[in-house]
């Protein structure tokens, strides 16, 4: 057996001293993780044990400081390999104990290098735990992160923090999403053709679809109706992303153009909002989302239970205990949250389209909802008819 | 989904005895499935014939039943019972075996018993190596993830020598089907290795099959803790992740939750292959654990094996998630689908989502190799490990730490005093996995060994070899600090550093850095065990501490009581302190307290969350427990803390405690102390005016000396402060005595070595008894079997005493109560008295709960520890007679004449260890006690009660065959009217040429076997120890020859072991053997629950 060359790097960092400010006045005092400077964003909170490196360059976590609840950060580095997109996306991170040495086969170097390669400033050695509870009783609020030359008396820290924007009202799928339409090829023969907007879509998404021989064809977030149909669509898809669904107006619009021309549509996250709203219902914000890999969703149309990714602060409004009546026919919640009942998937009966909140292509996560790619799949086999009328 | 409405009522099968690899955990299990199933409306009716458990307390079952768990005792119940259902898989191996047998021996068809929890296919799938070989197949070419490893099947000794060509050649692993702990299991580097282990292994399967697998030493080992429901939704409740690699038994493996090391990826693939798993082979509901393994250099991903059951892996999960396995594997069992069970701890979410940790919890096994010299200390696939202990910190470091000092062992906890050693020379050291290889490491570290050097010597992965190093550069900073600063002193505290360790570091006394640490205001905080990361708030007050910011512990309003548990378990103080520790829980919460449970051994019902208003998952060290009480007063009013029921451990902090101004309740550590120093204890005795053996006090040899030449030899030493008989020998001579001196020299540094006069041919009696200051309960008498000089925890005991009489009874209430007043016992005493020529010494007296007083409760259906911590806060007897709680006239030595008899036997872990030759270790029995558990045997007369105590431990009595009979010269006069007895029941008796003279001069016939020192005869007749090796020996009587001569003894008794053949190693055990026997073979022995005894009892005394 080939033993793993530990890594001999040895991060003896001196402890440089940083202050988390919340936009409530509570601070927390810790030392520099990652870059050192000042950060803004929206204080949140992942419970996720394992998948710090997909978190991080998940587009969705744009303008959010992520406070870890797992102690342990770090443990197995950074590979080329789990980014979910281009980048590290959170405006912050907040850890307990980072890591030293990393370990595993596949680690490049270690976590911190890596965030302050790309400058994300962060913050470890503080109570976490505290800082989770916080949030959850006062609810996800602005927060700053200072080290180093940042610094200043915590009076002019809270000040900067309250000139942060807020994320109610925030349109940012724009500034995450790609600019320029791209091609994930189909693994194997290819069966259909997908129009994916991007709206801070995660790599696993098209690989999940090209996996079941779908080509995808990856479009800006402000794509038009014409735009996707222009590539002749089997099925549409709208990606996760960051912001707040009410300032969505151009994507609920396209997507209505989808129904209209009942074309299989499948939204995850972002995408289930959107169509939340493209059917009339309302979003709402959560008090402090739900964020992690362990929440529990139920298929109310089948009645079994799968463990899920979640990472959504938004989310739709509508009744649990009845099929509604909306301009594209009736529609129901599918799937819903057993731990407190928010509204994870919509289904319409009258069109090909379908939903949800959480995130079926994991990464991080686990994989029991993996089946929802499949359900798209067959919503496009079982419905040639609908391309059809697309292009009149 | 809702529940079964066809169930009315179910058996549950418990785990029998305390063994090396099925231990507490089973009774943390079985405990909470029953309560369950009670409060689902359910008849429960149990079985288990370990007394020692709560589990078997008559409050837990309708019908609890301590019976032999064999197919033929369960077969009675069940006909007697007829329950509806059976749930096998809350019992560890031996439920899940019997259930088996009762399946395939018709016994569930014939009385229509439907198996709820797991069905025969999917556990014979999960067990059956080749059938799980097959599943794994099965599973890779469905998911495309999971292999085993590569591997042969093998039932013949030439299949296993010629499979080892077929794996690539040595190192291979050897795995018997079908054992429980990976008994039998090992590590085969040549041939030679290979025939010893695998030749036990296939005698040891109960298939004579064993595997045979290509080594994955040295690689990364991870476990998932399963649980399925009858509509397929599957969770992962817990991933452990093993600091130490492949090549040790997860049992005696540091391990961590959740996993360090894994990616999402990584750990997403084992989750699915998990689950893959779990519905190939079909596991009905409930829990299962999967183990892997990962080639650190590739990530390849090996499964090892699966329980398909609740194991100990799942009581770890359990405790370290705050996620109920058992209690939702028995909700599902009976029909409930997880998203139907609410969480406990939140009570807002529902059990159909998997926990999540902000702690990291380390769990590090205890072992008991100074019980057992000649065993080979090396760690490999059996399990050796005998206890455990489990913390939780905010990082690992922290954790480690705790965990480390929780095994309350000298030299557990990291040491950074003195000279470390060679560095060469440890890191060879730390390539073997023995207990303590992690101090061994620790040591290189700070010889100057460099990472690369750990793992490349050790395996263990690099991540925690650099926590290691951190806490060697925050060792190295505390030591060159020239002040130690407020700063420092928090940050060494948040990596788990104790104050005892800071001391040594900077040479100060613990107490001054505690006084320090409190001065500056730098305290542990107390976070909750959520199961949800905070998330969710939670309901279920469940702390552990951490040096962090936000303490967590709510105010309340009622008085709390404290009760220091035992800790982890090891032998002489085991599961029966626990039980003591519960029943005060339960008692002092229905009296109007907030009661407060402190303990670190995952293994127990009480550190179950629910067993008392609020759970410390804390070390029990002084420094741990003053934090704790410090918490707590801040919390509300305190009304003291309970040592007296935890055994050794909390006993040992009673003075401590008190002199730090914390109250405790009942006996006063001056009145221990007083019980334990034997000049004191003296003068106690005196003005009771009772008689001790003669004895004396040494610090040294001159002393010892000076005493046994005027007591007269043979006499009893031992160091005074200790359980379990540790170090307590019967000395011979003056030679002997020098020798003993000598290896017990760390023993007694601190407290001074006991003489006594050993009274051979005595009998040993137990008293438990309650003293409340002015009126004395008698708990109950229990006289030995074996004769005096074996220690208490090893010897069968019978209750009421066989052969006392009035008399003696009486002149054993008085001398209890005289102790009891005279120390100031305010709770339990259990004193150890000897009768020997009609003189009733006192041998000694431990004014705390006893090991025993779990049996005595159920043998006399009185709750004695309950009382105990009543009494202990200022309950009267006469109170607690008037409430019920004991009876309201009489007690334990005055039950009513047609009283049951029970019998206590012990249970030895004898079969689990080896020597570094791999021969077995002697099973004598000794003044030391060396025994891991007990089983009771209940029943109306002495002989079927023994005939079930032994059935329970050992397997059944023969009722036909040949009894082999070799004693010392001593029992020879002893041995004929037993051994008649056996004759006329039908017995071939065989005995050695020395032993046969005698029987047949007593007109005895007796075959003349070769004794083993013999050899094979020259037409190759057989020796003795061949004939048990070829299993033609039923029953073996042996007993020790004194100090020489024993090598015989040895052979017969070590072969027996490995055959299991029971093997009686005192002439009284023999007759009552005979008793037992002539019972089964006249077929009087029928099954009686618990609460029918209770009630027969109680009926008498009205």
Redesign the interface.
């Known amino acids: ?8 790097l040895r991060l003896r960092r001196e402890r440089v001293p940083a202050v988390l400010v919340l936009e409530d006045g509570r601070s ?1 005092h810790g030392q520099a993780y990652g870059a050192v400077g000042e950060t803004f964003g929206e204080a949140v ?1 992942n ?5 710090y ?2 978190t991080l360059t998940d587009p969705s976590y744009h303008r959010q400081v992520v406070v870890m ?4 950060i770090g ?2 580095g950074w ?1 080329d ?2 980014d979910e997109s281009r980048r590290i996306w959170v405006a912050g991170f907040v850890v ?2 980072p ?8 680690s490049l170097r270690p976590l911190d290098e890596e965030l302050t390669t790309q400058g994300v400033v962060g913050i470890s050695g ?5 800082l ?2 916080h949030l ?1 009783e006062r609810g996800a609020m602005r927060v700053g992160i200072f080290s180093g030359p940042a610094l200043a008396d915590e009076a002019t820290l809270l000040s900067r923090v309250l000139q942060a924007p807020e994320m109610k009202g925030a349109d940012l799928c724009a500034e995450v999403a790609t600019t320029e339409p791209y091609i994930v090829p189909a693994v194997g023969g290819k069966r259909f053709t997908v129009a994916a907007v991007d709206l801070g879509i995660k790599a696993m998404t098209p690989q999940r679809m090209a996996e079941r021989g779908i080509e995808v064809h990856v479009l800006p977030a402000n794509s038009t109706v014409e735009d996707i149909y222009a590539v002749n669509p089997d099925g549409v898809f709208f990606s996760n992303g960051p912001g707040d669904p009410a300032t969505a107006d151009h994507q609920v619009a396209v997507m209505q153009g989808v129904l209209e021309r009942k074309t299989p549509l499948f939204g995850i996250c972002f995408g289930n909002q959107i169509l939340g709203r493209a059917l009339g219902f309302g979003t709402y914000k959560l008090k402090y989302g739900h964020r ?5 969703v ?1 298929d109310r149309t089948t ?3 799968e ?1 899920t990714a979640h990472n959504h602060g938004f989310a739709v409004n509508a009744p649990l205990d009845k099929v509604s009546d909306t301009p594209y026919g009736r529609a129901e919640v599918s799937h819903v949250c ?3 009942d928010v509204v994870e998937g919509l289904q319409c009966l009258d069109t090909p389209a379908f939903s949800v909140q959480y995130h079926p292509e ?6 029991d909802a993996a089946y929802l790619f499949d359900r798209f799949v067959d919503l496009m086999a079982g419905a040639p008819a609908a391309r059809t009328t697309a292009g009149s | 989904m809702p529940k079964r409405t066809d169930i009315k009522s179910v058996l549950v099968i418990g785990s029998g005895p305390i063994v090396i690899g099925q231990a507490a955990e089973f009774d943390y299990s079985g405990t909470q499935a029953c309560r369950v199933l009670r409060s689902e409306g359910l008849r429960v009716v149990l079985v288990n014939s370990n007394p020692a458990t709560i589990m078997t307390d008559p409050e837990i079952a309708d019908a609890t039943y301590v019976e032999p768990i064999t197919p033929e005792f369960v077969e009675k119940i069940i006909a007697k019972e007829r329950p509806d259902v059976l749930l096998p898989t809350l019992g560890g191996q031996t439920a899940l075996n019997t259930a088996i047998s009762l399946h395939e021996n018709g016994t569930l068809d014939k009385y229509g018993v439907e198996l709820i929890g797991a069905n025969v296919e999917a556990i014979h799938k999960g067990e059956d190596r080749q059938l799980f070989k097959g599943v794994v197949e099965a599973v890779n070419a469905k998911i495309g993830h999971g292999e085993s490893a590569r591997s042969v099947i093998c039932h013949t000794m030439d299949e296993i020598i010629a499979g080892v060509d077929t794996l690539g050649g040595y190192p291979v692993v050897v795995r018997p089907s079908f054992t429980m702990g990976g008994a039998g299991s090992g590590f085969a580097h040549d041939e030679e290795d290979l025939r010893r282990i695998a030749g036990q292994g296939l005698a040891l399967s109960p298939t004579t099959e064993v595997l045979l697998e290509e080594s994955i030493l040295g690689w990364k080992e991870y476990e998932l803790e399963l649980m399925r429901d009858k509509s397929d939704n599957v969770v992962v409740v817990c991933s452990i992740e093993n600091f130490d690699p492949m090549g040790v038994h997860t049992g005696d493996s540091i391990t961590v939750a959740p996993a360090m090391t894994l990616t999402d990826r990584e750990y997403q693939t084992l989750r699915d292959i998990g689950i893959a798993i779990i519905r190939e082979v079909g596991v009905d509901t409930g829990g299962c654990n999967i183990q892997f393994a990962i080639n650190p250099a590739d990530g390849r991903i090996i499964v090892i094996e699966m329980n398909p059951r609740v194991s100990r892996s799942s009581a770890l999960a359990s405790k370290a998630t705050g996620f109920p396995i058992a209690k939702i594997a028995a909700k599902l069992a009976v029909g409930y689908t997880l998203d139907e069970i609410p969480n406990d701890i939140t009570e807002q979410t529902p059990a159909s989502f998997e926990p999540t940790l902000d702690y990291v919890v380390v769990k590090v096994p205890r072992f008991a190799f100074e019980k057992f010299p000649s065993a080979d200390a090396t760690l490999t696939t059996t399990m050796k490990s005998v206890g455990e202990a489990m913390a939780m910190g905010r990082n690992f470091p922290e954790a480690l730490n705790k965990a480390l000092r929780s095994l309350e062992k000298k030299g557990s906890q990291f040491s950074w005093a003195g000279e470390p050693g060679d560095k060469d020379a440890l890191l060879t050291k730390a390539q073997v996995p023995t207990d303590g290889r992690i101090n061994t490491v620790m040591e290189a570290i700070r010889a100057g060994a460099t990472q690369e050097e750990v793992f490349e010597s050790t395996k263990i992965d690099p991540w925690f070899v650099d926590q290691l190093f951190l806490l060697d550069e925050i060792a190295a900073e505390l030591a060159q600090a020239e002040k130690l600063t407020p700063e420092l002193l928090r940050h060494a505290k948040r990596h788990g550093f104790s104050d005892q360790q800071v001391g040594e570091i900077r040479d100060l006394k613990p107490d001054v850095v505690r006084e320090v640490r409190h001065a500056l205001g730098i305290r542990p905080v107390f976070k909750t065990v959520d199961t949800c990361a905070a998330e969710f708030a939670a309901k279920t007050p469940y702390f552990y501490s951490s040096y962090d910011e936000e303490s967590e512990v709510a105010p309340r309003t009622k008085p709390a009581v404290i009760i220091l548990g035992s800790g982890p378990n090891r032998i002489g103080q085991g599961i029966e302190f626990d039980y003591s520790c519960v029943h005060a829980s339960f008692a002092l919460s229905e009296a109007g307290y907030e009661t407060v449970m402190v303990n670190c051994n995952p293994e127990t019902v009480s550190t179950d969350y629910d067993t008392s208003d609020r759970l410390y998952f804390e070390p029990l060290t002084l420094e741990d427990v003053l934090e704790i009480v410090h918490a707590e007063k801040q919390a509300g009013p305190l009304a003291g803390v309970i040592v007296q029921l935890g055994g050794q451990t909390p006993l040992g902090l009673a003075q401590a405690l008190k002199d730090n101004g914390v109250p405790i309740v009942g006996t006063q550590p001056e009145a221990i102390d007083l019980a334990e120093e034997r000049g004191a204890f003296g003068r106690v005795l005196k003005e009771a005016g009772l008689p001790a053996p003669k004895h004396g006090t040494a610090f040294s040899f001159d002393e010892a000396k000076a005493i046994a030449d005027e007591i007269g030899y043979p006499v009893l030493a031992r160091p005074s402060y200790v359980l379990g008989g540790r170090g307590m020998e019967i000395v011979y001579d003056e030679p002997s005595l020098a020798s003993y001196l000598e290896r017990h020299a760390g023993l007694i540094s601190e407290h001074p070595v006991l003489i006594d006069r050993f009274l051979d041919d005595a009998v040993e009696i137990d008293v438990d008894a309650l003293y409340d200051g002015t009126e004395l309960y008698l708990g109950g008498v229990m006289e030995h079997i074996e004769e005096a000089g074996i220690h208490s925890g090893d010897s069968a005991c019978a209750l009421p005493p066989i052969t006392l009489g009035g008399y003696d009874i009486k002149r054993l209430r008085t001398s209890t109560e005289g102790i009891a007043k005279g120390v100031g016992v305010r709770g339990l005493i259990n004193i150890q008295f000897a009768l020997s020529g009609d003189i009733l010494y006192v041998l000694e007296a431990n004014p705390r709960a006893s090991r025993t007083v779990p049996f005595t409760s159920k043998a006399t259906a009185v709750p004695l520890a309950k009382a105990a911590a009543r009494i202990s806060l200022g309950a009267t007897i006469a109170e607690l007679r008037a409430e019920g709680m004991l009876p309201a006239e009489g007690d334990g030595g005055t039950l009513p004449a047609d009283a049951p008899i029970s019998v206590k036997e012990a249970v030895m872990p004898w079969s689990r260890f080896r020597d570094v030759h791999g021969r077995g270790v002697d099973t004598v029995l000794g003044p030391e006690m060396r025994s891991t558990g007990e089983v009771m045997g209940i029943d109306k007369v002495f002989g079927t009660a023994y005939a079930k105590s032994q059935a329970g431990a050992y397997g059944a009595l023969p009722t036909k065959g040949k009894v082999f009979v070799s004693v010392a010269n001593r029992d020879k006069r002893n041995l004929v009217f037993p051994a008649r007895a056996l004759v006329e029941l039908g017995f071939e008796v065989l005995a050695t040429s020395g032993t046969a003279e005698v029987l047949q001069r007593g007109g005895i016939p007796a075959t003349v076997v070769r004794k083993h020192s013999d050899g094979e005869g020259p037409n190759g007749e057989r020796t003795i120890v061949q004939l048990i090796h070829d299993g033609e020996v039923d029953l073996i009587i042996n007993t020790p020859y004194g100090t020489g001569g024993r090598l015989d003894g040895y052979e017969i008794r070590t072969a027996a072991v490995s055959r299991g053949v029971p093997c009686l190693t005192t002439v009284q055990a023999m007759g009552a053997a005979v008793q037992g026997i002539d019972a089964l073979l006249r077929d009087e022995v029928g099954v009686m629950s618990l609460q029918e005894h209770a009630e027969l009892i109680n009926a008498g005394r009205k």
Do not use: Y
């Open positions: 057996m080939t033993a793993p060359a530990p890594t001999t927390f909170f419970t996720g044990m394992s998948g490196q997909e609840t797992a102690p342990q443990n197995t590979n390999e789990d307990r104990d890591a030293r040495t990393p370990s595993n086969w596949r503080i109570d976490t735990r505290a989770t509870r959850r992690g890999i362990n929440q529990p139920q009645g079994k239970v463990v057993l731990n407190d994991a990464a991080a996560g686990p994989h």
